[in-house]
């Protein structure tokens, strides 16, 4: 009986091991979407605000982060919650 108790306890365990590694897999891949789609948000502003492409955009983005030490989403966030008119990627002076 005590055999049958340490099996099945040990099943648990393995489940419930293999549920919270299922878990963090899921926010890493759920916070890497989101970064995503902050990152691609932040492209088309650029890409409208600045006259460029969105590769473009993404590379001013990428060399931004790199520069200052940040990361791209950080800087990418904000973009989309900044003014247009003030910080490093300011609209382009309409001719």
């Known amino acids: 009986m005590a055999r049958v108790l340490a099996d099945a306890a040990a099943i648990g365990l393995t ?5 919270a590694q299922q878990q ?3 926010d890493q891949l759920q916070a890497a979407l989101d970064s995503r789609i902050t990152i691609e948000q932040a492209k088309g502003i650029l890409a ?7 590769n473009d955009a993404f590379d001013l ?4 982060a790199r520069t200052h030490q940040q990361k791209v989403s950080d800087i990418a966030g ?5 003014p247009a008119d003030r910080g490093p990627f300011s609209r382009a002076p309409v001719a």
Do not use: F, N
């Not at 489940?15 to 549920?19: G, P, R, S, W, Y």
């Not at 409208?48 to 969105?54: A, G």
């Not at 904000?78 to 900044?82: A, F, L, N, R």
């Open 78 to 82: 904000q973009v989309i919650d900044g």
């Open 15 to 19: 489940h419930h091991q293999a549920l």
């Open 48 to 54: 409208e605000r600045l006259r460029c492409t969105p």
């Open 24 to 26: 963090s897999l899921a």
């Open 61 to 64: 983005l990428r060399k931004h």
